[in-house]
């Protein structure tokens, strides 16, 4: 069996509960992720979303299991993975333009100043920022900036893996919008392996190649990975159109709603691997408009 | 009076009473009586000689246009000029602080950053902080044997506690998020202190360096008043025993514009170091 790019394997997490026992978030969870990836989690609160997301990012230890990447095991925090955390993931006393330059600087500790500088400018631009917004200080930047420029950095240093946890979720609707297409206009140019948190369907829908649905902890797992089949470049107006979005769409409604409850509980397998969900009407449709002409 | 600022009509304020509380003072200084005017029995206690009392402000104004016109002037041990004592003091002040800073940040650093540390060095700290600084004067006197670096090493260990709590304190609440930044981004920890812990921490060490050196300011006036030779507080004291009562006043006075001038220079630090989140 050949291994994908990201592999986790059998990973457990479990807490002191606080009266002497111990509380299990998920248990064997087991998935892979290839390379240049787009794959979105989704769970309600409490699945471990986040637990899984610090402990690919080297942040957090799992009780039990691995994390492979590229061959080697994960263990400590690394530049090979970025991470976007939903806030605080700029350091407040350094300017826009330094946020990214310190990043930079500590990945190509070889590049020359004006190296640095141009590499970091560059990848501000392609978020959308430029001119006196360099020399601002995060506090003087809108939220939707912020995440913007925390998405530049985390694509200027180039990491094998990019981890974001619910990056827009302390966004408004509007700003969410605009900087999901900079998100995706930005890894469209490249190979990027993105793993990313949200609690948003549509988000998810527009942006995944996969969506791993976890169920509800305790003894959460990654019950189900669901192929977006839906032809990129993909436009947030267009995909609703596609004779499969609405397929996708309630599915994960109804895993969300009502699925992801009863699945709950232990399985008392030794491996939880998600079950693959794949749907595809584009053929069905397009026999029906045929026979339709037809008529 | 519309077109006024706040800050100016605070400040006109401010002259306005600074005005009626000399005129206060003036017009409170009972005026000394003419000998023609006395008892015989207060003549033959003493009552017709000048006595010395509360100088009125006229008098403290006066004496300060004489001692800041020339205030370097060195005529000997016991006369010298308002400027040289203050420049003794501040010297004392600055040594022992800056001695202390060299050992408070760093060993601040160290126990904010580790928990043990922290849980070590914790008991002597709180036993060693509530010492009034003066208390450690005469085993300084014993042990140094020399009266000024005995008061430099008195404002040295009052100004070492509030930049050692400040800056264990400070790093200890440097939030997670930022330190995770610092760690996804591979900074060694050299890299860490100075990129990430310092400059967040930044705020809350430069508070804690502000009431050191008022702290300091304050001791080294009552430790001068014990090691006597230079400086404000020896000044004070031996103008007391001048019974030169004008001179105290004047020099109580400088302490308090000295005082103030070093706590702004920490005000200005405390701004260039602030940032919001």
Same mark, same amino acid.
């Given at each position: 069996?050949?291994? /994908?790019?990201?592999?986790?394997?059998?990973?457990?997490?479990?807490?002191?509960?606080?009266?002497?026992?111990?509380?299990?978030?998920?248990?064997?969870?087991?998935?892979?992720?290839?390379?240049?990836?787009?794959?979105?989690?989704?769970?309600?609160?409490?699945?471990?979303?986040?637990?899984?997301?610090?402990?690919?990012?080297?942040?957090?230890?799992?009780?039990?299991?691995?994390?492979?990447?590229?061959?080697?095991?994960?263990?400590?925090?690394?530049?090979?993975?970025?991470?976007?955390?939903?806030?605080?993931?700029?350091? /407040?006393?350094?300017?826009?333009?330094?946020?990214?330059?310190?990043?930079?600087?500590?990945?190509?500790?070889?590049?020359?100043?004006?190296?640095?500088?141009?590499?970091?400018?560059?990848?501000?631009?392609?978020?959308?920022?430029?001119?006196?917004?360099?020399?601002?200080?995060?506090?003087?930047?809108?939220?939707?900036?912020?995440?913007?420029?925390?998405?530049?950095?985390?694509?200027?240093?180039?990491?094998?893996?990019?981890?974001?946890?619910?990056?827009?979720?302390?966004?408004?609707?509007?700003?969410?919008?605009?900087?999901?297409?900079?998100? %995706?206009?930005?890894?469209?140019?490249?190979?990027?392996?993105?793993?990313?948190?949200?609690?948003?369907?549509?988000? +998810?829908?527009?942006?995944?190649?996969?969506?791993?649905?976890?169920?509800?902890?305790?003894?959460?797992?990654?019950?189900?990975?669901?192929?977006?089949?839906?032809?990129?470049?993909?436009?947030?107006?267009?995909?609703?159109?596609?004779?499969?979005?609405? +397929?996708?769409?309630?599915?994960?409604?109804?895993?969300?709603?009502?699925?992801?409850?009863?699945?709950?509980?232990?399985?008392? %397998?030794?491996?939880?691997?998600?079950?693959?969900?794949?749907?595809?009407?584009?053929?069905?449709?397009?026999?029906?408009?045929?026979?339709?002409?037809?008529? | 009076?519309?077109?006024?600022?706040?800050?100016?009509?605070?400040?006109?304020?401010?002259?306005?009473?600074?005005?009626?509380?000399?005129?206060?003072?003036?017009?409170?200084?009972?005026?000394?009586?003419?000998?023609?005017?006395?008892?015989?029995?207060?003549?033959?206690?003493?009552?017709?000689?000048?006595?010395?009392?509360?100088?009125?402000?006229?008098?403290?104004?006066?004496?300060?246009?004489?001692?800041?016109?020339?205030?370097?002037?060195?005529?000997?041990?016991?006369?010298?000029?308002?400027?040289?004592?203050?420049?003794?003091?501040?010297?004392?002040?600055?040594?022992?602080?800056?001695?202390?800073?060299?050992?408070?940040?760093?060993?601040?650093?160290?126990?904010?950053?580790?928990?043990?540390?922290?849980?070590?060095?914790?008991?002597?700290?709180?036993?060693?902080?509530?010492?009034?600084?003066?208390?450690?004067?005469?085993?300084?006197?014993?042990?140094?044997?020399?009266?000024?670096?005995?008061?430099?090493?008195?404002?040295?260990?009052?100004?070492?506690?509030?930049?050692?709590?400040?800056?264990?304190?400070?790093?200890?609440?440097?939030?997670?998020?930022?330190?995770?930044?610092?760690?996804?981004?591979?900074?060694?920890?050299?890299?860490?202190?100075?990129?990430?812990?310092?400059?967040?921490?930044?705020?809350?060490?430069?508070?804690?360096?502000?009431?050191?050196?008022?702290?300091?300011?304050?001791?080294?006036?009552?430790?001068?008043?014990?090691?006597?030779?230079?400086?404000?507080?020896?000044?004070?004291?031996?103008?007391?025993?001048?019974?030169?009562?004008?001179?105290?006043?004047?020099?109580?006075?400088?302490?308090?514009?000295?005082?103030?001038?070093?706590?702004?220079?920490?005000?200005?630090?405390?701004?260039?170091?602030?940032?919001?989140?």
């Amino acid at each position: 069996m050949t291994h /994908p790019y990201l592999s986790v394997e059998q990973l457990t997490q479990r807490y002191p509960n606080g009266s002497g026992g111990e509380m299990t978030v998920f248990e064997n969870a087991s998935f892979g992720v290839e390379k240049g990836e787009f794959v979105v989690i989704i769970g309600h609160s409490g699945c471990g979303k986040s637990t899984i997301m610090s402990i690919l990012a080297g942040l957090a230890e799992s009780t039990e299991g691995v994390v492979i990447m590229d061959g080697a095991e994960v263990s400590g925090p690394s530049l090979d993975r970025g991470v976007v955390f939903q806030n605080y993931s700029l350091l /407040p006393w350094l300017t826009t333009l330094k946020n990214v330059t310190f990043a930079v600087e500590a990945r190509y500790p070889n590049w020359s100043k004006d190296q640095v500088l141009e590499h970091s400018k560059k990848h501000l631009e392609m978020v959308g920022l430029n001119g006196d917004v360099f020399n601002r200080k995060p506090s003087q930047l809108s939220g939707g900036m912020r995440q913007r420029v925390s998405i530049a950095r985390a694509f200027a240093i180039s990491p094998k893996l990019l981890l974001l946890d619910e990056p827009f979720g302390a966004l408004d609707a509007l700003t969410r919008g605009s900087i999901q297409d900079e998100l %995706l206009k930005v890894w469209a140019g490249t190979d990027q392996t993105v793993f990313m948190i949200t609690h948003d369907i549509d988000e +998810a829908i527009l942006l995944a190649d996969r969506i791993l649905l976890m169920t509800n902890g305790p003894y959460a797992r990654v019950a189900e990975s669901v192929d977006i089949t839906i032809p990129r470049p993909r436009n947030r107006t267009e995909i609703v159109e596609h004779p499969n979005y609405y +397929a996708i769409r309630n599915h994960l409604v109804q895993f969300l709603g009502k699925r992801s409850k009863e699945l709950a509980g232990p399985t008392g %397998l030794v491996e939880n691997r998600p079950e693959t969900v794949h749907f595809d009407n584009t053929a069905m449709i397009a026999k029906t408009k045929k026979s339709s002409v037809a008529v | 009076m519309t077109a006024l600022s706040l800050n100016q009509r605070a400040a006109l304020l401010s002259v306005i009473l600074l005005i009626v509380g000399l005129c206060i003072w003036e017009v409170a200084i009972p005026a000394q009586q003419a000998a023609g005017e006395l008892t015989e029995y207060e003549r033959l206690t003493g009552g017709g000689t000048p006595k010395a009392g509360v100088p009125p402000p006229s008098k403290v104004i006066e004496k300060a246009w004489e001692q800041l016109s020339n205030p370097f002037y060195d005529a000997g041990p016991n006369d010298k000029g308002i400027g040289i004592q203050i420049g003794y003091s501040i010297y004392r002040v600055l040594s022992g602080y800056f001695l202390a800073a060299l050992l408070a940040i760093p060993l601040g650093f160290l126990i904010g950053m580790s928990t043990i540390a922290y849980k070590a060095l914790n008991p002597f700290i709180q036993v060693l902080r509530p010492i009034s600084p003066l208390a450690w004067m005469p085993l300084a006197l014993f042990i140094i044997q020399d009266s000024e670096q005995s008061a430099i090493f008195v404002i040295f260990i009052c100004s070492i506690w509030p930049m050692l709590i400040n800056t264990a304190f400070g790093v200890a609440g440097v939030r997670k998020d930022w330190v995770n930044v610092a760690r996804t981004h591979e900074l060694g920890s050299l890299r860490t202190a100075f990129i990430v812990i310092l400059p967040a921490a930044a705020p809350t060490i430069v508070t804690g360096m502000r009431i050191s050196i008022g702290i300091a300011w304050l001791v080294i006036v009552a430790a001068e008043m014990l090691v006597g030779g230079t400086g404000i507080g020896y000044y004070v004291w031996n103008e007391w025993n001048n019974l030169d009562l004008t001179s105290v006043i004047f020099s109580i006075l400088m302490i308090g514009v000295v005082g103030m001038a070093l706590d702004a220079m920490f005000g200005v630090l405390q701004r260039y170091v602030a940032y919001s989140e």
